[in-house]
């Protein structure tokens, strides 16, 4: 069955340091993944899309990779803030009508 | 002017009750979502309407039951409820480019 893993529950960064967030799956062919935001007690944000023919994205402070050989997308924020800290999620879509598929998020928190 | 709304958003209720929320989206989006995030913090999908059609239903229970009077609204009824159902509920419309909006969320507890 399809499965989608983030790479720790809880990350710990120094402000000013880049984040790395990873996003790895098995049993799927996604024509493109997601990344989004959750703050506590609120929906989560949409933050860039990449999609299976595009190898970087990049939007302000924010880059994602995405390597459909090693079925894995990596997250990164660079010269994080304590405003970052949030928990991130990937997301997986086949298609335009197909069901999302959520990571199980990373919980990121920058210290300042 | 509120993208996407859901109400209530604190829902306290007793195991057996039946309850409805509501979510209506301004974006003019013909795609609609309701997803269940449970203590684990896991989103997990539930339906998808797409202009007032059934498209996605993910294995849930019948006491679940979406109703979609037009493609602005898409609602949630849930019929004998039980402790496993207390979780937050999100409703989200897709624009045209795939990216998702989220409404705040509708926090439900069953006790």
């Known amino acids: 069955s399809q499965k989608i893993e983030q790479n720790s529950e809880a990350l710990n960064i120094q402000e000013g340091k880049t984040a790395t967030l990873t996003c790895n799956y098995t049993?799927?062919?996604?024509?493109?993944l997601q990344w989004y935001r959750q703050d506590p007690g609120r929906g989560p944000v949409f933050l860039l899309l990449?999609?299976?023919?595009?190898k970087e994205k990049r939007k302000e402070r924010l880059k994602v990779t995405f390597d459909t050989t090693l079925k894995q997308s990596l997250f990164h924020i660079t010269a994080s803030q304590p405003a970052d800290s949030a928990t991130y999620l990937c997301?997986?879509?086949?298609?335009?009508?197909?069901?999302?598929?959520f990571g199980p998020g990373t919980s990121l928190s920058v210290i300042p | 002017d509120t993208a996407v709304s859901q109400t209530p958003k604190y829902l306290v209720t007793q195991m057996g009750n039946d309850k409805s929320i509501k979510c209506e989206q301004n974006?003019?989006?013909?795609?609609m979502y309701w997803y269940k995030q449970d203590s684990k913090k896991f989103l997990k999908i539930m339906f998808s309407y797409n202009n007032k059609e059934l498209i996605i239903n993910e294995t849930v229970p019948n006491r679940f039951s979406p109703k979609s009077p037009d493609k602005a609204h898409l609602n949630l009824h849930i019929n004998s409820l039980e402790l496993g159902d207390s979780a937050v509920y999100f409703c989200?419309?897709?624009?045209?480019?795939?990216?998702?909006?989220f409404g705040p969320g509708t926090r439900l507890t069953v006790l």
């Open positions: 990449i999609r299976e023919n595009e």
């Open positions: 974006l003019g989006h013909d795609t």
């Open positions: 049993n799927y062919s996604p024509a493109y």
């Open positions: 989200a419309s897709r624009s045209k480019w795939d990216t998702q909006y």
């Open positions: 997301a997986l879509v086949k298609t335009s009508y197909d069901k999302v598929i």
